[in-house]
């Protein structure tokens, strides 16, 4: 990798420092801008999204209905899963794509710089619109985030229309950003680069994004055909006219499924970089971990229907479905020895960003295990809309997404800014969120196990003291992340100057530009041997 | 030169701005007119909302098409960013291509599972007990619950309008590859006949499109609201239908820039992404044929 790198940004070409005012942000077509605006949309979601849980925590932590009526709760219970998905953790890897993959490919910038402005500005006007449901009359939608049908049409809120919208316009956006990715990666690699040569970070982008461009159209197509069912009286999911509501979960899977590895590969991205550079030794297996990625990006797309084992298949469909998740284990295994190794001799530190790795990895087997059992069609009968359920995805969602999200901010955070962050802050940071992510999500596994049923705002005597508990671990989870917007505030006003290469073990392209990062990344590609 | 040298990184533009709240308006302004048709109401903001959504994309289209427009004549792509082009729009194709196959999956579960589950056959046939007098037919006309899904009198017949646009679309990708082929080889004269011809067939196509449908709700009673044989009849020939539109005003674009001189035999990228949504459009053509009409 060559130093001239360096020497090549003040080149005079396209050498023009941000404009001045709002139009900056308004007019962008800048990756790094647009990549802030990504990060910054995605952190006021995650608090948006992060008070609804307050509210279904509160009205849980005491049996009997106390603090909103029920309609409410479903209501607060539906926004937060759609808010955390579509809001937080998806414009958030899109905002780290945005910064991130020209740096390490040694672009300019994005392939596409106009398309990459409008697939953010979609995101604010499509969550004003389903933000604004909830004043409607009838309150925003309160038929959970997966809005299975007949409880999304029949049986829906008048404002389900501005929903359904709100959905065309979010995956119109993440078709957009995608296929930007997509290009960016596939003809903006500096010479030299062969795909085998790639970071991983890009490979685990690489086939998200073609994970979003097969799946977000499937997505939208079933809100449409709600859209039809609601309002010109087609029989998609209606029994009566010759349909099936069960339909509407196939479809609906068809997506979904995809979309939950959408929402980790890119944080595994993330681990593979974090945890070479803090044990000093190269990722044990790239070429594996590569060939599990796509593995797993293939067979996502045939275990839909593990979602669904009690709602009536074909005996021949719950084994098909249940053998092919269970493979998933394999590639995922794959991935989480690949790290093992790379931190076994390793000279290992403890920086902020590999704490949240670690954490990682462990909390996310944590969460596969229990994806295992889930897995077990007849097992799942019992486990099916229990709290057990919550407690699994909330294991991979929270640290497995956020905590990569997390690693991803503190690793590159001195490179973005050109300051360092408070190590001490940041590892307290850090350890309120383990500790109250733990006492949140863990005892949810043992009221699950003992039959609470998610969705619903009581609960009976038995599951008291456990809920207290859960509740309590909540709101010190949520209220450890003020820590966060503390340390990125301290850091932009008076971190100290970071130096170009933070971290001594940190390798990639990224590193050789100076620091801050200039506007524009790469004027002139830099040569990789 | 070394096209990596000078990727081409637009200034500032307004149009991506400009397109969010033109849909923000548009989707709006039609969530409130269905919004108040539920509720019986006539939507006057509703109306307003979604024509000023709708100016504001039509001004946005142009004028960001424009914009591009001037700056590929400037010559200030690069065969890099074309090449990034090229992969943008086949992307999208493949977005395009799986919005269909929802669809198309649709089809597949209703025909081969659940309709005759409804009627007692198969691996959930218990299903059947909801509606005991319910047998499966395929086009389904007696719906399970004929109260609430009207009985159409028939179906369309594939073997007259559909045949006859089936032969429209085939020759029209033919008409546009010869057009294009034309292009290649400097023949500007030719190029407009075979344009002219393919824009002719692609818009008897829409009009005899309009026509059917007319003729399956004033003759055949085949409406939307007749069950999920005409569902998934209206949803997949109208979404192609919306796409055979889309393309002919593509390729409408693309003769008017051919009449003012536009595109040189080696760089007609927009000509050439116009081509590749007709032919995809033309393939879709022809499973929808298969699937929905005939079989």
Redesign the interface.
């Given at each position: 990798m060559s130093t001239q790198a360096t020497d090549m940004v003040h080149d005079e070409?396209?050498d023009h420092g941000p404009?001045k005012g709002i139009?900056?942000w308004?007019?962008?077509?800048?990756h790094k801008d647009i990549g802030t605006m990504y990060l910054v949309f995605s952190l006021v979601m995650l608090f948006i999204g992060g008070s609804m849980a307050f509210v279904v925590r509160a009205e849980l932590f005491q049996p009997g209905l106390q603090l909103v009526e029920p309609e409410f709760f479903n209501q607060m219970i539906t926004m937060h899963g759609l808010i955390m998905v579509f809001g937080a953790v998806m414009p958030a890897f899109v905002g780290l794509a945005n910064w991130m993959l020209p740096m390490m490919i040694g672009?300019?910038?994005m392939?596409?710089?106009?398309?990459n402005?409008?697939s953010?500005?979609?995101l604010?006007?499509a969550f004003?619109?389903m933000i604004g449901t909830l004043f409607?009359d009838g309150g925003g939608p309160n038929f959970g985030w997966t809005f299975y049908a007949p409880l999304s049409t029949t049986y829906a809120p008048?404002?389900v229309?501005?929903f359904i919208?709100a959905i065309?316009?979010m995956g119109?956006s993440s078709?957009m950003g995608?296929?930007?990715v997509?290009?960016t990666i596939?003809?903006?690699r500096?010479?030299g680069m062969t795909y085998f040569k790639m970071p991983m970070f890009c490979w685990t982008w690489l086939i998200t994004a073609f994970l979003l461009?097969?799946?977000?159209?499937?997505l939208?197509?079933?809100v449409?055909?709600m859209?039809?069912d609601?309002?010109?009286?087609?029989?998609?999911f209606?029994?009566?006219?010759?349909?099936?509501p069960?339909?509407f979960q196939?479809?609906f899977w068809?997506f979904g499924h995809p979309e939950v590895y959408i929402m980790i590969l890119p944080s595994f991205g993330v681990v593979s970089h974090v945890i070479p550079a803090f044990s000093r030794k190269k990722l044990f297996g790239y070429n594996s971990m590569v060939y599990a990625i796509i593995a797993i990006a293939i067979l996502s797309f045939v275990v839909w229907a593990h979602h669904m084992f009690t709602v009536?298949?074909?005996?021949?469909g719950e084994l098909f479905f249940m053998y092919t998740t269970m493979l998933i284990a394999i590639p995922t295994g794959v991935k989480i020895f690949n790290w093992i190794s790379t931190m076994f001799r390793g000279s290992m530190t403890f920086e902020t960003p590999m704490l949240y790795s670690i954490g990682f990895v462990i909390l996310f087997t944590i969460g596969g295990l229990s994806g295992i059992m889930l897995a077990l069609a007849p097992v799942d009968m019992v486990y099916q809309d229990t709290y057990f359920v919550v407690a699994h995805f909330h294991y991979v969602l929270v640290p497995g997404a956020i905590f990569g999200i997390f690693a991803a901010v503190y690793f590159w955070l001195p490179k973005w800014t050109g300051k360092m962050y408070d190590e001490g802050l940041a590892k307290l940071h850090f350890w309120v969120s383990f500790i109250g992510l733990n006492l949140t999500f863990f005892p949810m596994h043992f009221v699950g196990l003992a039959g609470m049923p998610r969705r619903i705002p009581d609960y009976p005597l038995q599951f008291a003291d456990f809920n207290m508990v859960v509740s309590l671990g909540a709101f010190l989870f949520g209220a450890s992340q003020l820590i966060f917007v503390y340390v990125l505030i301290k850091t932009l006003r008076s971190g100290e100057k970071a130096e170009q290469l933070p971290w001594d073990g940190a390798e990639g392209l990224e590193w050789t530009l100076p620091t801050p990062a200039p506007y524009?990344s790469f004027p002139?590609?830099p040569k990789v041997d | 030169m070394d096209s990596?040298?000078?990727?081409y990184?637009?200034?500032?533009?307004?149009?991506?701005?400009v397109?969010?709240?033109g849909?923000?308006f548009t989707?709006?302004g039609?969530?409130m007119i269905?919004?108040n048709?539920?509720?019986g109401i006539d939507d006057l903001w509703g109306q307003i909302f979604f024509m000023l959504g709708a100016a504001i994309m039509v001004y946005m289209f142009t004028g960001?098409f424009g914009a591009v427009i001037e700056e590929s004549m400037s010559n200030l792509y690069s065969d890099?960013?074309s090449?990034?082009f090229r992969?943008?729009m086949s992307?999208?194709i493949?977005?395009?291509v799986?919005?269909f196959?929802?669809?198309f999956?649709?089809l597949f579960?209703?025909r081969v599972?659940?309709?005759p589950?409804?009627a007692g056959e198969?691996?959930?046939g218990m299903?059947h007990m909801?509606?005991p007098d319910f047998t499966a037919t395929w086009p389904?006309l007696n719906?399970?619950?004929s109260e609430?899904?009207g009985t159409p009198k028939g179906v369309i017949d594939p073997w007259h309008i559909p045949l006859i646009n089936t032969i429209l679309l085939v020759s029209s990708s033919v008409t546009l590859t010869l057009a294009h082929h034309a292009l290649k080889a400097g023949k500007r004269g030719v190029i407009k006949a075979y344009m002219v011809i393919t824009l002719l067939l692609g818009f008897t196509f829409v009009g005899l499109q309009i026509s059917e449908y007319i003729e399956a709700y004033q003759q055949l009673d085949l409406?939307?609201?007749?069950?999920?044989?005409?569902?998934?009849f209206?949803?997949l020939t109208g979404f192609h239908g919306a796409h055979v539109t889309i393309g002919c005003i593509m390729l409408t674009t693309m003769f008017i820039r051919i009449l003012k001189g536009h595109f040189s035999a080696d760089d007609h990228f927009a000509f050439e992404a116009s081509a590749w949504y007709w032919h995809f459009v033309d393939v879709v053509w022809l499973l929808l044929f298969m699937l929905v009409y005939v079989f």
């Open positions: 070409h396209d404009a139009g900056r308004l007019f962008s077509t800048n672009a300019p910038d392939a596409l710089p106009r398309l402005n409008l953010f500005w979609l604010p006007f004003t619109m409607m008048p404002s229309t501005f919208f065309h316009m119109a078709i995608a296929i930007n997509i290009v596939m003809n903006m500096a010479p461009i097969a799946v977000m159209p499937v939208a197509g079933v449409t055909m859209l039809m609601i309002h010109f009286g087609t029989a998609f209606d029994a009566g006219g010759g349909g099936d069960v339909l196939h479809v068809f009536g298949m074909p005996f021949a524009h002139t590609p | 990596h040298e000078h990727y990184i637009p200034e500032p533009s307004k149009w991506p701005i397109c969010a709240v849909l923000f989707l709006g039609l969530g269905l919004f048709m539920t509720a960001w890099q960013l090449v990034s992969k943008g992307w999208f493949f977005s395009e799986m919005f196959a929802a669809f999956g649709v579960y209703v599972l659940s309709v589950w409804l198969g691996d959930k299903a909801l509606w389904l719906n399970p619950n609430q899904f409406t939307l609201s007749t069950g999920i044989y005409a569902s998934t209206f949803l």
